[in-house]
């Protein structure tokens, strides 16, 4: 008998199943078996959640911000009463440990919300003012209107309230599509949600890629955000130009992690394995790209590789796995080929296989030996492998740092205060930590540089991305 969990999507308030009746396989990739079919919607799912949020618009623009906080703060208090049942399903669409997930993921994502629920009270804008003699000028900050978002496979709940609170929380509506592989628990959030928001303002089409183009070239929406791949990022800006869509890219990231000679090698070594195989080091700003002074390489290459051979992946349940699984096959295939392509000048010093036979697991690894111009230090691997190059002084370090296409995040591990200043301000990314790598407040912004794509989520740079800016004049003289 066949028990297998069936999905839909969530439009206009309502589940609402796909039109044409096609659904996919759900993989837990801890077991590698299938545990549920979700939608592939169509034009006409999209179409019609278009609608309703163009519907929902005329009216959820004209409320109040204190009326959109009080939504948001009863919805972030109804995720957190059912965060048990949401980290069980998040554990089970994506392997992640339950324990972690339960402490490192859903208590963040509440209080994300809940920061959005304030933030949409303290917009800012320019003085009014006599600018010109007779007349009077302001400024207005408006909501963008319908939003389209695509989120991720690596933190699918996360990466949802990270699209969905400041969009709402600005006056937006939203048609949001997640993962084809992580659909669950952005289904059940906009099921949460329908109680505090009116319908249409939340709506969730799944799918695979070809219902994310169709979401993206739809006339309705008038900004486009997504978290994804460079690949993804330049589709979708190519697509949004057309029409001269407002877009929001968070897209890859290469993190160089620069240790000087005088770092706290211990303290380091633990914090950046930690960074680097959280979540199987599937996270665009995980410590996975190492360059060591010379006066520490070779010791720091031994501290990486016994945290490595320290570090345990493993079953959901298992209390003393610090990651899961990879997120499906192809990815598994992926990180395994780089290792298999791996330069005669690289030394594999841990790592580098497949575990068991059931799943999606793969080793924590550490490379070294490597060099600037190596597929593996270029590109992202999107899984638990950390590199390590020798870099002869601070210049090199920059130039090498900054000698990939992507530009998020980075950190800088040294006693030396005017050398962190320097670095901080010479590194080509979004966020730089110091003597720390990884940890993420709602208050600050999350946003990078380059190929890692433009806007920002979390903080007010974040909602105020959601908004447009009209300038008012007045006439003083009727």
Not at 67 to 87: G, H, Y
Not at 101 to 121: H, K, S, W, Y
Not at 374 to 381: A, F, L, W
Request: glycine fraction near 10%; proline fraction near 5%.
């Amino acid at each position: 008998m066949n028990t297998k969990r069936v999905l839909t999507n969530f439009i206009d308030g309502a589940a609402a199943e796909p039109a044409d009746g096609r659904y996919e396989d759900l993989i837990d990739p801890a077991t590698g078996e299938v545990f549920a079919a979700a939608p592939v919607s169509g034009q006409v799912d999209v179409d019609r959640a278009m609608q309703a949020a163009a519907t929902a618009f005329e009216k959820w623009r004209d409320t109040t911000p204190s009326e959109r906080q009080r939504a948001l703060l009863r919805f972030a208090d109804a995720v957190e009463s059912r965060a048990d049942e949401l980290v069980a399903a998040e554990s089970q669409n994506t392997g992640k440990p339950l324990g972690l997930t339960a402490g490192e993921e859903l208590p963040p994502a509440v209080d994300q919300i809940r920061f959005f629920a304030g933030a949409a009270r303290l917009l800012e804008g320019r003085s009014a003012g006599e600018y010109l003699t007779g007349y009077e000028s302001y400024v207005r900050r408006e909501p963008v209107g319908v939003c389209a978002q695509v989120t991720p496979w690596n933190y699918p709940l996360m990466m949802a309230v990270w699209k969905l609170a400041p969009a709402i929380a600005a006056g937006n509506t939203v048609v949001l599509k997640p993962s084809d592989t992580t659909p669950v628990t952005t289904i059940m959030l906009a099921e949460i949600a329908a109680e505090f928001l009116p319908p249409g303002v939340l709506n969730v089409v799944v799918g695979d890629r070809d219902t994310g183009r169709a979401l993206v070239a739809h006339p309705t929406p008038r900004m486009v955000s997504i978290t994804g791949s460079v690949r993804a990022g330049m589709e979708v800006a190519s697509a949004a130009a057309a029409d001269l869509k407002r877009t929001h890219l968070e897209l890859g990231g290469k993190a160089p992690v620069v240790i000087f000679d005088d770092a706290d090698l211990g303290a380091a070594a633990a914090a950046i394995a930690e960074a680097g195989y959280f979540n199987a080091g599937q996270d665009c700003t995980a410590a996975t790209r190492v360059l060591a002074a010379p006066g520490v390489y070779t010791d720091f290459v031994a501290a990486l590789a016994e945290q490595a051979r320290a570090t345990r992946t493993g079953a959901p349940d298992d209390e003393d796995v610090l990651y899961g699984p990879l997120n499906n096959a192809r990815q598994l295939d992926r990180v395994g080929g780089f290792i298999d392509r791996l330069p005669d000048h690289a030394s594999l010093e841990a790592g580098g296989n497949r575990v068991g036979e059931r799943g999606y697991f793969y080793s924590p690894t550490v490379v070294s030996g490597l060099r600037q111009t190596d597929e593996i230090i270029q590109d992202e691997v999107f899984g638990p492998v950390i590199t390590v190059q020798r870099f002869t002084d601070e210049d090199e370090a920059v130039r090498w740092a900054n000698g990939v296409e992507y530009g998020l995040a980075s950190s800088v591990w040294t006693r030396d205060h005017g050398r962190a200043m320097r670095m901080t301000r010479r590194l080509d990314f979004g966020c730089v930590w110091v003597n720390c790598h990884i940890p993420l407040v709602a208050e600050m912004p999350h946003g990078g540089f380059k190929h890692s794509g433009h806007g920002k989520d979390l903080s007010v740079y974040g909602l105020e991305d959601y908004t447009r800016i009209k300038h008012v004049m007045h006439s003083l003289e009727g």
